[in-house]
């Protein structure tokens, strides 16, 4: 028996590619929309050209980052330079409650499918399109990728040493923040939708939604005319509050004192009970961090990772392992939500592809695969565009669906 | 957007921003408080460096367009006005540790039956269940438990989290979605539920490449420093030094690549600092085919190009020669930017209190049907005692004051 799913009925055409465009949608399908996904076979998502492929054979459909940005979704290819096929296209848009888009802006326009003419189709269609810097304004021409959403938000210029440079990572923040604010959207919308009658147009841009992040920072320097700078590892609230070598390669553990309770604690741990009233308040171990953090090192250096996070937490000391991928995947916790399913995948077989860090009582997630390429042509004209059998072979045979 | 909805909002810094975005969509939030104030209210930075509940920024970056209230839990008496606050609420939004609530009586599955279309969250580090469930935790804990720490800084130094607190806005903006996704299954059968979000996974979520490098080629995404690595773990620098601060700019290949490459060539050619660069085929040029000895020979002279230019300098002449290079921002680039400006990002509220106003980042999204953002400054402490519990339970204001000197709220 399958339970009913939330978004179960919600019909979305998804023109995304990449990395956070598809996320919403796979949010999207992962709850029960019915999501089809709109690619070529000349243009594939180029993220099903980027290593590393299973096996090591580059394929489109043996793509590692795909399947985590595409489980449950159905995969179409269509020709757009073909009138066909653009006009197979405008029936999907007829049929659909939402479009979801992250191309360069003004490229849906060219395409003759903004907004204007999505309405024509479809008069309370919900479209939504997401860009590094939102479509209006001097800079919306910057078509970038995540990393430089990262540059313009905050998270590069405030993460890192103080006394190193701005500190970039693979993640591209915003691609990770970002998505999730498109779906509030979307769902928001949807409900006003339920309510009103009224779709709308929604504009969301990587930089506005990551600034949130960092609105401490702004209201301080707004405020207070102060400007937030790297800190490392350190902050402001809580000491000591770093990241400890263990043993072996690359073995850190985190530790973060927020009270006097779990420094006293601490000091037993670490042999140095009389540091427990020597610093005993916050401005104190601010002062001695450096010696402070000299001693805990000192202290987690022979020790295995997992020991040093073991011991202290049986006492009540924040601390965590800096877990590596090889962790995450043996992560009981993880394991216990069941945060990697793997699937059966059309073509690579069991993969992993990442769930959600919401888990819901009576609704939960469904994951199916992501698709393999045109993998839903068939379904797709006859199904849901109801067009016969004779007319789907026409397709076929005349180049559309390619 | 959300107009019709009514919030009761327990959540302490790990999940501020949830409360905050429904209450700025236009959802009615109620912050409830311990009469001594939310424990977050202790962050800093504080309004003029002035340490006190009242002069939080952090507090008040997150709980804008919220109505405060205060509420001592852990009272029987209290325990009724929770319940009655309950049967008026959509959602419930709270971060205490997974068994608080019920040891109270007052958790999720105790109070469902008082109002069947609840929607309850509970934000907490790693779960609501599980071995880790008890542990304790920070950011910078589940930064480092979620994966992410890992693979930020560089490759000799320790490894870092991402600055202020990341993983509870990521944490906080994943529980509003999934507010709103139990929304749509209400919707459709009238049924609430209960939502258990875990800080550590959210950010476990976010290693969308580390996850199937380590799945298909057995290695550990290592941390780079500001490199990235484009095919074969060839690592290629993207934040450059300049002469006035940093910029960004990826090397990646492709048609997209070669165009931006080209551009940087031609240019340091016009610079005369060419180097090593002068002469390669850029359009033939594949990033997954290059030798670390050729990337460390490039991104020498490409060193001192950058040197040579100031950001602005750099934006101005990437953007004439199709590249996409942009200068990392400082909080007062940010605060300055003219396209922000442009698109009415910031949003300046009232605080009589202080005798000024402050500019916060304002809307999630524009719409061309909905307006939303921050409406109104964070609430003091209790607040709204006596408007919320008069509407909400019809109290009287006599009341509310007795009920204050009881120490019930």
Redesign the interface.
């Given at each position: 028996m399958t339970t009913?799913?939330?978004?179960?009925?919600?019909k979305v055409v998804d023109l995304t590619w990449v990395?956070f465009g598809p996320w919403v949608t796979k949010?999207l399908a992962d709850?029960g929309a019915e999501v089809i996904k709109i690619e070529s076979t000349t243009r594939p998502d180029?993220i099903r050209l980027s290593?590393?492929?299973?096996?090591?054979k580059a394929h489109p459909d043996r793509a590692?980052?795909f399947?985590?940005?595409n489980s449950s979704k159905r995969s179409l290819t269509l020709n757009l330079k073909n009138p066909k096929g653009l006009e197979l296209l405008k029936k999907l848009v007829k049929w659909a409650d939402v479009v979801v888009e992250n191309m360069g802006v003004g490229a849906m326009k060219n395409l003759g499918l903004d907004?204007e003419q999505l309405v024509k189709l479809k008069p309370d269609i919900i479209m939504v399109s997401m860009s590094i810097?939102?479509?209006?304004?001097?800079?919306?021409?910057?078509?970038?990728?995540g990393?430089?959403g990262?540059?313009?938000?905050?998270?590069?210029?405030?993460?890192?040493?103080p006394d190193?440079?701005?500190?970039?990572?693979?993640?591209a923040?915003p691609?990770?923040?970002c998505p999730?604010?498109?779906?509030?959207?979307i769902?928001?919308?949807?409900?006003?939708k339920?309510?009103s009658g009224?779709?709308?147009?929604?504009?969301?841009?990587q930089?506005?939604?990551t600034?949130?992040?960092?609105?401490?920072?702004?209201?301080?320097?707004?405020?207070?005319d102060?400007?937030?700078n790297?800190?490392?590892?350190r902050?402001?609230?809580?000491a000591p509050?770093?990241?400890?070598?263990c043993q072996g390669f690359?073995r850190?553990?985190?530790i973060?004192i927020?009270d006097d309770a779990?420094w006293k604690a601490l000091c037993e741990a670490i042999g140095k009970r009389e540091w427990a009233s020597k610093f005993a308040t916050l401005k104190q171990r601010k002062a001695n961090e450096d010696i402070i953090e000299k001693a805990i090192d000192e202290w987690t250096a022979p020790q295995m990772a997992e020991d040093v996070m073991k011991k202290l937490?049986s006492i009540?000391?924040?601390?965590?392992?800096?877990?590596?991928?090889?962790?995450?995947?043996a992560?009981?916790?993880?394991k216990?939500?069941d945060?990697?399913p793997k699937l059966d995948h059309p073509v690579m077989g069991k993969?992993?592809h990442?769930s959600?860090?919401?888990?819901?009582?009576?609704?939960p997630a469904q994951l199916k695969p992501a698709p393999a390429l045109g993998q839903d042509n068939e379904y797709v004209c006859t199904k849901i565009l109801e067009l016969s059998d004779q007319e789907f072979i026409e397709l076929v045979n005349s180049g559309v669906l390619e | 957007m959300l107009s019709p909805y009514c919030v009761l909002d327990l959540a302490d810094e790990k999940g501020l921003l949830a409360g905050k975005v429904l209450a700025d969509l236009g959802a009615d939030v109620i912050k409830i408080e311990p009469p001594s104030g939310n424990p977050s209210r202790k962050l800093g930075p504080f309004y003029q460096d002035k340490e006190s509940p009242e002069n939080s920024l952090y507090w008040m970056a997150y709980n804008t367009s919220k109505r405060g209230i205060t509420l001592n839990l852990e009272k029987p008496r209290s325990q009724d006005l929770f319940r009655g606050l309950i049967k008026k609420a959509d959602f419930v939004i709270e971060s205490f540790p997974p068994d608080y609530m019920e040891k109270l009586g007052i958790d999720y599955h105790q109070l469902k039956d008082t109002n069947p279309q609840l929607i309850w969250s509970s934000i907490t580090p790693f779960g609501r269940t599980g071995s880790y469930k008890d542990y304790q935790a920070s950011d910078l804990i589940t930064m480092a438990m979620g994966g992410v720490a890992f693979i930020t800084g560089d490759e000799n130094r320790p490894p870092l989290r991402l600055a202020l607190n990341q993983s509870y806005t990521l944490a906080g903006i994943h529980c509003v979605s999934a507010c709103l996704t139990a929304l749509m299954y209400r919707n459709a059968t009238n049924q609430g539920q209960h939502i258990d979000i875990s800080i550590q996974e959210a950010i476990a979520t976010t290693l969308w490449s580390s996850v199937p490098i380590w799945e298909f080629l057995n290695i550990n995404e290592p941390r780079m420093g500001n490199k990235g690595t484009y095919g074969n773990f060839v690592f290629m620098r993207e934040v450059w030094q300049c002469k006035d601060g940093y910029v960004v700019r990826l090397p990646i290949g492709g048609l997209w690549g070669a165009q931006d490459w080209g551009g940087l060539a031609s240019w340091m050619e016009e610079d005369g600092v060419i180097g090593s660069l002068k002469g390669v085929d850029w359009a033939s040029m594949d990033t997954t085919n290059l030798s670390q000895q050729q990337v460390d020979a490039w991104e020498a002279d490409m060193a001192r190009f950058f040197l040579l230019h100031t950001k602005v300098e750099l934006e101005d002449g990437a953007a004439k020669r199709g590249m996409k290079l942009i200068g990392v921002q400082t909080v007062p680039d940010i605060m300055n930017s003219k396209h922000l400006h442009a698109r009415s990002y910031w949003k300046e509220l009232d605080h009589s209190e202080l005798k000024r106003t402050i500019i916060y980042p304002g809307y999630y999204f524009q719409s061309d049907k909905t307006k939303h953002g921050p409406r109104s400054r964070a609430p003091h402490i209790g607040e709204h005692n006596k408007e919320v519990y008069k509407e909400k339970l019809g109290l009287s204001a006599g009341e509310v004051e007795s009920l204050k000197q009881q120490g019930v709220i």
């Open positions: 009913l799913l939330p978004l179960e009925g919600v990395a949010y709850h180029i290593p590393p492929y299973k096996d090591n590692g980052l399947t985590v940005f907004y810097l939102g479509q209006s304004g001097p800079l919306s021409f910057f078509q970038g990728f990393p430089h990262a540059a313009l938000s905050g998270v590069y210029a405030l993460t890192g040493w190193g440079e701005p500190t970039s990572n693979t993640l923040w691609d990770c923040v999730w604010y498109a779906t509030t959207a769902m928001a919308a949807l409900d006003y339920r309510r009224k779709g709308q147009f929604i504009d969301i841009s930089v506005e939604t600034i949130h992040g960092f609105a401490p920072a702004m209201l301080r320097y707004s405020a207070n102060q400007v937030t790297r800190m490392g590892n902050c402001d609230e809580a509050h770093g990241i400890f070598r690359d850190w553990c985190a973060a927020r779990q937490q009540g000391v924040p601390a965590g392992v800096v877990q590596n991928a090889e962790n995450l995947f992560d009981p916790q993880l216990h939500r945060h990697f993969t992993t990442p959600w860090p919401a888990k819901f009582s009576a609704s | -």
